[in-house]
């Protein structure tokens, strides 16, 4: 008792008197320093029997094989999602309660748990201390340093038991078995409309609100989520850690190194349940989905357009603006699209990766390949709502529907006249500019 009394003290004085002989790092219990030790000597005693896999403690053994069971004895009351394991349970009640009681002293953003704003400190201090002997990459926490090293080792312990696809990370398996259950429990109160994740929701939620807490202090662009704002340093810093094995193409995201790995694997997992199409990106079935919906949720002010998605309407004002904040480093040419720069780069390295397996052409794109293979098949997948014409391309669709329409968006800034193509918009400013084409 009289021991119990005296860690609980120097746990609530901040006391940490067993150091670390190796590291340095401190501990109240000597039983802390055994379990930390283990990290040096790579000591793992728990075994499961399943599949192999070892843990330095018996309490992580014990939640692992709740993977194999699927053990889920925490439930929520208010939408029913259930979890594994009890802390994890407590973490998820504050979605719903909508508390952050803990809140950085430097910035003032707040968080669910201390785990969370012990990593976010981080930032602040620029602290790095788990690195990678293979490749020199550096990071703040040991899971994403353990989660980069399967990149090495090729390992990745989670297996669909649906479409045997695996990932090394269980929370990764957990957010791909949601695409065969249809799963969305993070719904907007302001809207109703539901996410398979809550980083969606929270982005999401920026339509409604504004919110982009997360400022770049080199370009000023703000964004909703650390993530995406992680992201977005690394295109200041010119890192690109992800790379594929396949064509040695290099990526800022690793669910862009994986979106890519699909142009190589053929695979396309995320298929519609109305035409049975298939694609390699939700965000693909997503927007395809609105055809059979007809639903165009966000509209334009200044011409009364709409868009699916609110990202669309976005990049549609500039067509009013004339903003086009993608400039080529090459010739100089701007680009109201990031994607539009990106293919136009490629234009001066001269790669075109895609190749046509029937007639040998190659592309710059690969949605620019997916449309040329229709001419081969004949295969006419977007259909006229208004005249059951069929069309292989989506842009084809929508240039024909302003032909029942009327629609036409590209104004002449010189005179004022209207065209429902760009293109044709462009053959007309010629007239006023003397360019020849």
């Known amino acids: 008792m ?65 993977i194999h069971s699927g053990e889920k004895p925490f439930t929520c009351t208010q939408c029913g999602k259930s979890f594994r394991i009890l802390a994890s349970f407590k973490i998820h009640m504050l979605i719903h309660t909508g508390e952050k009681p803990f809140t950085c002293t430097q910035c003032g953003i707040s968080f669910r748990h201390l785990s969370s704003l012990k990593i976010h400190m981080l930032i602040h201090t620029g602290e ?95 964004f909703t989520d650390p993530s995406s704002f992680k992201s977005h340093m690394r295109i200041h810093a010119g890192e690109k850690p992800f790379t594929c094995t396949h064509c040695g193409k290099s990526f800022i995201q690793s669910s862009n190194l994986n979106r890519h790995m699909r142009i190589h694997t053929g695979e396309k997992p995320f298929a519609c349940t109305q035409c049975g199409q298939s694609f390699r990106q939700a965000a693909h079935l997503n927007q395809h989905m609105l055809i059979h919906t007809g639903e165009k949720p966000h509209k334009c002010d200044q011409c009364s357009k709409t868009f699916g998605r609110s990202s669309l309407l976005k990049i549609h004002l500039r067509v009013h603006t004339k903003e086009k904040p993608y400039s080529c480093s090459v010739c100089g040419r701007s680009f109201a699209r990031q994607s539009n720069l990106s293919q136009h780069q ?17 592309f710059i794109t690969a949605r620019q390949l997916e449309s040329h293979i229709r001419i081969h098949t004949g295969e006419k997948t977007h259909k006229c709502p208004h005249c059951d014409k069929t069309f292989n391309g989506l842009g084809n669709l929508k240039a024909h529907e302003r032909t029942h329409t009327g629609e036409k968006p590209y104004k002449c800034s010189h005179c004022g006249k209207r065209f429902s193509l760009l293109g044709n918009l462009k053959k007309h400013e010629r007239i006023h500019t003397g360019e020849k084409p």
């Open 346 to 362: 490629k234009i001066h390295t001269g790669v075109r990766e895609h190749v046509c397996l029937e007639c040998g052409k190659t």
């Open 128 to 222: 790095k201390p788990f690195t990678c002997t293979q490749c020199g990459k550096s990071f703040r926490e040991s899971s994403s340093f353990k989660i980069h090293m399967m990149i090495h080792t090729g390992e990745k312990p989670y297996t669909c038991s649906h479409c045997s696809k695996s990932f090394r990370q269980s929370s990764n398996l957990y957010k791909h078995m949601m695409i065969h259950t249809g799963e969305k429990p993070f719904t907007c109160t302001h809207c109703s409309k539901s996410f398979r994740q809550l980083l969606h929701l929270n982005q999401h939620l920026v339509v409604h609100t504004g919110e982009k807490p997360f400022t770049c202090t080199q370009c000023g662009k703000s």
């Open 2 to 66: 009289h021991s119990s009394r005296k860690i609980h003290k120097m746990v609530r004085t901040g006391k940490k008197p067993f150091p670390c002989t190796q590291c340095g790092k401190s501990f109240t219990h000597p039983s802390n320093l055994n379990d930390h030790m283990m990290v040096h000597t790579g000591e793992r005693p728990f075994t499961c029997t399943q599949c192999g896999k070892s843990f330095r403690q018996l309490i992580h053994l014990n939640k692992h094989l709740m």
